[in-house]
């Protein structure tokens, strides 16, 4: 299976999405439009750059798939604030992984507990032993993106950290570019599943077999090139790209009718469980969900594919085999670039 990569497609679909992010327009604007670290969710009790940069850490664990990651951020800061010693290396190195699994359990965490309480007592050590329990300092002199993996990414022969992959090294390095704890540089955006939704979605990736496994190693690496192409060729920062596909998937994309006109076996079989479409049936409320949504997205000229959420969150699995419809007899109305979006 072949996979296509349309870098020069990538500025139809990011020079408006980025325009429309920058001016704060139609999603943006809106109240739910809140990166995960928003809206109060890095505790308000940490007030040193190394506190911050250990509790961005460790909330990692949480930004891997699998829990939404606002959701994720908002029980890491409740766990913080219950048990800070945990976000301490100095003190979780010594801790049993099993009660750190138990606390997770207790604390509604529950997804990959077993797994995350041995991956935080063996990565709290190598911040001890490596870093002096500072995990700035893992960025000292680095520069550049590979220089990053370099020294994060887990290599499974001791190097780097549990968990961390190369999606991971994007999301740690956004954090803390964006929170201005290290100097900027030029990285790949995150390659989750709202920017896969984009890439997908709007064409830029485009395979010879929908229907073939499009959520592979390839396919993640060829996502991250384009993007960080894209980033390099208009000199935007990554971190602006990141967000603004985020957020436009979490706010307009997740609501578009057709992402989630499935039936979902029950109960589930992991990633067995079976998934089939259903017809769009376009009643009035589905017509204004549209018309909230897809209708008024800045982005909607280039839009050609359905990806929903539950194939990727249930299945492990990119779908992209079902195109983006409107409502019968309806078109889009696309609006100039500068007038406000409609509310009714």
Not at 122 to 127: G, I, P, V
Not at 144 to 171: D, H, P, Y
Not at 283 to 293: E, I
Not at 313 to 322: E, F, K, L, M, P
């Amino acid at each position: 299976m072949l996979i296509r990569f349309d870098s020069r497609r990538a500025g139809l679909v990011f020079d408006p999405l980025l325009d429309a992010y920058g001016r704060k327009a139609y999603p943006f604007d809106r109240p739910d439009a809140i990166v995960p670290q928003g809206n109060g969710n890095v505790p308000h009790e940490i007030t040193t750059a190394i506190g911050r940069a250990l509790y961005l850490f460790h909330a990692c664990f949480w930004m891997r798939g699998g829990i939404l990651s606002d959701k994720g951020m908002e029980l890491a800061r409740d766990l913080f604030r219950s048990y800070p010693e945990l976000f301490d290396p100095a003190q979780a190195a010594r801790q049993d992984p099993a009660d750190i699994t138990a606390i997770l359990h207790e604390n509604g965490l529950s997804y990959k507990a077993e797994e995350i309480g041995r991956f935080w007592v063996t990565n709290d050590r190598r911040l001890l032993d490596r870093y002096q329990g500072n995990p700035l300092l893992i960025f000292r002199g680095v520069r550049n993106f590979a220089q990053a993996v370099t020294r994060i990414k887990n290599n499974r022969s001791g190097q780097g950290f549990l968990g961390f992959k190369e999606k991971m090294v994007s999301m740690l390095t956004y954090f803390y570019a964006e929170a201005g704890l290290i100097r900027p540089f030029l990285f790949p955006p995150p390659v989750d599943f709202h920017a896969l939704r984009i890439v997908f979605g709007h064409e830029l990736a485009v395979p010879d077999d929908y229907s073939a496994m499009l959520y592979r190693e390839e396919t993640l690496a060829g996502v991250r090139k384009m993007l960080s192409n894209y980033c390099r060729r208009r000199r935007v920062d990554p971190i602006h790209l990141s967000e603004a596909m985020w957020l436009l998937s979490r706010t307009l994309c997740a609501e578009y009718p057709g992402n989630g006109a499935w039936d979902i076996e029950r109960p589930k079989q992991g990633r067995r469980t079976a998934i089939c479409p259903r017809p769009i049936v376009w009643t009035s409320a589905m017509r204004a969900r549209f018309d909230r949504t897809c209708a008024q997205c800045p982005i909607a000229r280039t839009c050609r594919r359905c990806v929903p959420a539950s194939h990727y969150y249930i299945c492990g699995r990119i779908h992209a085999v079902r195109s983006h419809e409107p409502p019968p007899q309806q078109e889009l109305q696309f609006p100039a670039p500068d007038a406000p979006p409609r509310r009714d």
